[in-house]
């Protein structure tokens, strides 16, 4: 009896080992057309038995009652198509309490860098066209743009591991105005890496949460005023 025991204990072991070790996909996709923004992000864990897959369907900017704000459909839980809006109110909102974010920033950027450092970046893709119907203000958009995309690369790679040389396009469009691009990404993690880095940046958000929220219910202080005696 003792050895069944064992003998389970090690395939229950070795199972655990097996699943930390097993790989798990990301696939990001983004692309540009004009004003609107689509975009897919997949999932594929467990070897292949596990696959998720979240659309992004449509963003563009639109214009409501509070001023101006971005639209975003994408794709909820239940598989059905979601609409959100951010308002111009909710971006100032976040800017009057941007001291409280900035001092909580260090807290939540140390766990996510410790989980990008097990991240290898199998397969980078950027093409994009991009003009102004101008030669001169085309060719100075397109060293702007080689020069953000080379510096964003440059970052991720820093904090990734790069497995394969990234494809980079930019061509420059010197008949009219135009600004398209697409993106594609592979990213490759173990899935015990996955687990740990969750379970990290958990518990780091929940510390997060009650910081902000003693931060944020601090009463400001009034602003101390002058006044200056006129001269008559």
């Not at 097996?18 to 689509?38: M, W």
């Not at 970052?155 to 691009?181: C, E, Y």
């Not at 219910?217 to 006129?230: G, V």
Request: hydrophobic share 45%; proline share 3%.
């Amino acid at each position: 009896m003792h050895m069944t025991a064992y003998i389970w204990l090690a395939i229950i072991l070795l199972a655990v080992v097996v699943l930390s070790l097993s790989v798990v996909t990301v696939t990001v996709e983004l692309t540009q057309h004009g004003a609107t923004v689509q975009g897919s992000v997949r999932i594929r864990a467990l070897f292949g038995l596990l696959k998720v897959r979240r659309e992004l369907k449509e963003l563009h900017p639109k214009l409501t009652k509070e001023g101006p704000a971005v639209k975003s459909v994408h794709q909820a839980a239940t598989k059905q198509h979601q609409e959100s809006t951010l308002t111009s109110s909710e971006v100032w909102g976040f800017v009057k309490n941007w001291r409280s974010y900035a001092s909580v920033l260090p807290k939540a950027w140390h766990p996510l860098k410790r989980f990008l450092r097990s991240v290898q970046v199998s397969e980078v893709t950027v093409n994009a066209v991009v003009g102004t119907g101008d030669v001169v203000s085309t060719g100075c958009l397109v060293g702007a743009a080689w020069g953000g995309v080379g510096m964003i690369i440059g970052q991720v790679s820093r904090l990734t591991r790069f497995t394969a040389k990234p494809q980079l396009s930019i061509t420059p469009n010197f008949q009219g105005t135009l600004f398209d691009a697409a993106v594609h990404c592979i990213a490759r993690v173990t899935l015990g890496h996955a687990i740990v880095g969750v379970l990290r940046m958990s518990l780091t958000w929940v510390s997060i949460q009650k910081t902000l929220q003693r931060l944020t219910s601090r009463p400001r202080k009034e602003e101390k005023t002058w006044n200056t005696p006129s001269r008559g």
